[in-house]
């Protein structure tokens, strides 16, 4: 339901090919340096720090290693002028560094990524062997915008899921008294103002969820709800929530902490209902696209089919494996006749004349992905990548070739 924060899904693929590339580099030694900048965080003292780790870099008792260490902050240095005062929405990441190309060389690599999936919190520099991918590989891999709520009788906490990142926002202590009722008071009358503070601060904590997921109700891909038994079941059976909201429980769970940590815990209980949640609109999307290719004509699969009906304008959502690593050559003769060829990475790019006019053609090997969502974006289709994690999205990927789509009409392709 909730896309991350204005990417578009080629802007997340294309972070997950660098991603991909950075990770297979290594160095000889601690000379790979990533820096991670948050939005906040002005330029000049950016530099200011690179300038400092430069310098201190002279240190260094390995003469290659200090070498690659000061090459690549200079690098990264340069990089740093093209920009103004502040870095780009949510941020950036530098990587520089030496890598090993075997045979005892190694080139200087150097990459920027600008304004991540999620915004980078804070600022951090690091220098290893190895580039640090793990925040962004969790950006990439998250997915869902979902609310949380831990409560009991004392206190109460509300906050966010976005992916894998808990956001704790809003608390809030009771006045409930304990079940001990104090002295001069009735059995009766204690009972029920005790059973009135309870329903006040179950009124308090759905007034701080409905400030809160109200106004994102139309992106978020559910609501939790923990605590211990039977707080978290008086609370949502009493309907205390925008009745929207409670449409959107995706469960209650049991929870032995309601401070900020038990946020964290609730996420920990859920984790088998968000595995499923996350995979739901993929299976709904296979499930749809296997029912058109059996008993109706919206389907359309393979590379060249697919792409057709792309041209055609006549594919309503696209879908695309999050495995396939293809690339597609794109031929054209001098007549201006072009053809197109899905091919594996490591495939040679292959020779041969135009099939219409027989005159030599000129190929130009480009991401097959890329080039589908290009062509996507010009037709106003929808683009949906599915996970291989479940038995039809593995089939797209090992059956379909990785490309297929649903489409808006028939067309006949």
């Given at each position: 339901?909730?896309?991350?924060?204005?990417?578009?899904?080629?802007?997340?693929?294309?972070?997950?090919?660098?991603?991909?590339?950075?990770?297979?580099?290594?160095?000889?030694?601690?000379?790979?340096?990533?820096?991670?900048?948050?939005?906040?965080?002005?330029?000049?003292?950016?530099?200011?720090?690179?300038?400092?780790?430069?310098?201190?870099?002279?240190?260094?008792?390995?003469?290659?290693?200090?070498?690659?260490?000061?090459?690549?902050?200079?690098?990264?240095?340069?990089?740093?002028?093209?920009?103004?005062?502040?870095?780009?929405?949510?941020?950036?990441?530098?990587?520089?560094?030496?890598?090993?190309?075997?045979?005892?060389?190694?080139?200087?690599?150097?990459?920027?990524?600008?304004?991540?999936?999620?915004?980078?919190?804070?600022?951090?520099?690091?220098?290893?062997?190895?580039?640090?991918?793990?925040?962004?590989?969790?950006?990439?891999?998250?997915?869902?915008?979902?609310?949380?709520?831990?409560?009991?009788?004392?206190?109460?906490?509300?906050?966010?899921?976005?992916?894998?990142?808990?956001?704790?926002?809003?608390?809030?202590?009771?006045?409930?008294?304990?079940?001990?009722?104090?002295?001069?008071?009735?059995?009766?009358?204690?009972?029920?103002?005790?059973?009135?503070?309870?329903?006040?601060?179950?009124?308090?904590?759905?007034?701080?969820?409905?400030?809160?997921?109200?106004?994102?109700?139309?992106?978020?891909?559910?609501?939790?709800?923990?605590?211990?038994?039977?707080?978290?079941?008086?609370?949502?059976?009493?309907?205390?929530?925008?009745?929207?909201?409670?449409?959107?429980?995706?469960?209650?769970?049991?929870?032995?902490?309601?401070?900020?940590?038990?946020?964290?815990?609730?996420?920990?209980?859920?984790?088998?209902?968000?595995?499923?949640?996350?995979?739901?609109?993929?299976?709904?999307?296979?499930?749809?696209?296997?029912?058109?290719?059996?008993?109706?004509?919206?389907?359309?699969?393979?590379?060249?089919?697919?792409?057709?009906?792309?041209?055609?304008?006549?594919?309503?959502?696209?879908?695309?494996?999050?495995?396939?690593?293809?690339?597609?050559?794109?031929?054209?003769?001098?007549?201006?006749?072009?053809?197109?060829?899905?091919?594996?990475?490591?495939?040679?790019?292959?020779?041969?004349?135009?099939?219409?006019?027989?005159?030599?053609?000129?190929?130009?090997?480009?991401?097959?992905?890329?080039?589908?969502?290009?062509?996507?974006?010009?037709r106003g289709t929808e683009v949906h990548f599915v996970s291989t994690d479940f038995e039809k999205g593995d089939q797209l990927l090992s059956a379909f070739g990785g490309v297929a789509g649903i489409l808006r009409y028939s067309t006949g392709v």
């Amino acid at each position: 339901m909730s896309e991350q924060d204005g990417q578009t899904d080629k802007q997340k693929y294309e972070f997950r090919k660098v991603l991909e590339e950075l990770k297979d580099y290594r160095g000889s030694g601690t000379q790979l340096v990533s820096i991670y900048v948050p939005e906040d965080k002005q330029i000049s003292a950016v530099v200011a720090h690179v300038t400092q780790e430069h310098s201190e870099a002279s240190n260094i008792k390995s003469k290659d290693t200090r070498t690659n260490v000061q090459d690549a902050l200079t690098s990264i240095k340069d990089r740093l002028r093209y920009y103004d005062t502040y870095p780009p929405e949510n941020g950036m990441v530098l990587f520089s560094g030496a890598v090993d190309t075997g045979g005892g060389r190694s080139e200087m690599v150097t990459r920027t990524l600008e304004s991540p999936p999620q915004p980078i919190e804070s600022f951090r520099y690091h220098c290893d062997s190895e580039f640090l991918l793990e925040p962004l590989e969790e950006m990439l891999a998250d997915k869902g915008l979902f609310g949380l709520v831990v409560l009991d009788r004392r206190e109460a906490n509300v906050g966010w899921l976005r992916g894998k990142r808990v956001e704790p926002v809003k608390s809030a202590s009771s006045l409930v008294p304990g079940k001990q009722r104090k002295g001069g008071q009735s059995a009766q009358r204690f009972a029920r103002l005790r059973l009135e503070a309870i329903d006040n601060f179950y009124q308090e904590v759905a007034g701080m969820a409905n400030d809160l997921f109200v106004d994102k109700r139309h992106e978020l891909d559910g609501i939790l709800v923990g605590g211990p038994s039977p707080t978290k079941d008086e609370f949502l059976d009493g309907d205390y929530l925008h009745h929207e909201l409670g449409d959107m429980v995706l469960g209650k769970f049991d929870v032995a902490y309601t401070d900020e940590s038990g946020l964290y815990d609730l996420v920990d209980a859920a984790q088998e209902v968000l595995d499923e949640h996350e995979m739901m609109q993929d299976k709904k999307l296979m499930e749809r696209f296997f029912d058109e290719l059996h008993d109706g004509d919206l389907a359309t699969y393979g590379f060249e089919p697919t792409r057709e009906n792309l041209v055609m304008g006549s594919v309503e959502t696209l879908l695309l494996s999050e495995d396939l690593r293809t690339d597609v050559v794109v031929m054209e003769c001098a007549n201006g006749h072009t053809e197109h060829e899905f091919l594996d990475r490591s495939d040679d790019v292959p020779e041969r004349g135009c099939s219409r006019c027989g005159e030599p053609l000129d190929a130009e090997r480009e991401d097959a992905i890329d080039h589908l969502i290009d062509i996507a974006e010009q037709r106003g289709t929808e683009v949906h990548f599915v996970s291989t994690d479940f038995e039809k999205g593995d089939q797209l990927l090992s059956a379909f070739g990785g490309v297929a789509g649903i489409l808006r009409y028939s067309t006949g392709v």
